[in-house]
């Protein structure tokens, strides 16, 4: 990796008001090439691209300053979501390093626009795109305003999101032995809404990772979906970084779910 995943997931936060300056071109060659070998370990291939937007007519109501966009989209199918938002926060974290600002943005794009540059197909999806720039002094008041209305720098206590064994039984960070920084980093994920969907089990050293649904999905199928792959890119991240290695398998243990959750992916740590 090169760059601090931990301090680049402390450090980032969602940036809507833009300084107007290109990119650099040694921060866009490197921007460009980290987005080429970008690979996620569900298999998912995203097809990431940099879209000038005064040449496709792109645009967002709460973007100011920024004429760049950073868009992906991917086949429909199996993990699609969770490969897609995987990557795409992989590629954020990645720009951050570089001191490039973004935001994800789904219900705020000029879709139809998006879709039509990016060459999206009837067997794919663009779920979310952002800008790309370099972060103004100041927020524009739209931008303050949406971070307050959105409680964007709170957060869901870690006993809350994570449990031991079973649902119903808390789990404390100090309790999480291995795995608590990687959760920790996994709380700390952006998410549509700040809904923050992502749940997981600890059982016998296995992570066993869910989504608490609260949104309906849609054409562009299950956003929260996406949501929880942001949250295992921090998970899977702080891992490697810590000198952990491990896998994602489909191993559901059947236990017992809460109302509006289901399972998703389980994280196998190697002996």
């Known amino acids: 990796m090169s760059f601090s995943a931990k301090e680049m997931i402390r450090k980032r936060k969602s940036v809507r008001s833009f300084d107007g ?3 650099r071109s040694e921060d866009r060659a490197a921007l460009e090439q980290f987005i080429r070998a970008e690979e996620n370990p569900f298999g998912v291939p995203v097809d ?23 868009a992906a989209k991917v086949k429909r199918g199996r993990q699609n979501e969770i490969g897609f938002g995987y990557s795409f926060e992989h590629a ?34 663009l779920s979310v795109a952002s800008s790309i720039g370099y972060p103004a002094q100041k927020k524009s008041i739209r931008d303050s305003l949406i971070r307050k209305g959105l409680k964007a720098d709170d957060r869901i206590p870690f006993d809350q999101l ?64 996406v949501d929880v792959g942001i949250a295992l890119a921090h998970f899977d991240l702080t891992m490697q970084e810590e000198g952990n290695k491990g896998r994602f398998v489909e191993a559901d243990p059947g236990i017992v779910l809460p109302g509006n959750v289901q399972y998703i992916i389980s994280y196998v740590r190697a002996k």
């Open 48 to 70: 990431f691209r940099l879209l000038e937007a005064k040449e496709y007519g792109l645009s967002s109501p709460v973007i100011v300053g920024a004429d760049l966009y950073l």
């Open 162 to 225: 994570f449990f031991g064994k079973e649902f119903g039984n808390p789990l404390a960070a100090s309790s999480a032995g291995v795995y608590a920084n990687a959760l920790e980093m996994a709380r700390w994920a952006p998410s549509a809404g700040n809904a923050q969907p992502w749940r997981a089990v600890i059982l016998e050293d296995t992570v066993h990772f869910y989504e608490k649904k609260s949104m309906r999905e849609s054409s562009l199928g299950d956003i929260q979906k």
């Open 92 to 125: 954020c974290l990645y720009a951050e390093s570089l001191g490039i600002g973004t935001v994800m943005l789904a219900a705020s794009l000029s879709r139809a626009e998006f879709e039509k540059a990016m060459d999206v197909e009837g067997d794919e999806v």
């Open 21 to 23: 300056r290109a990119l």
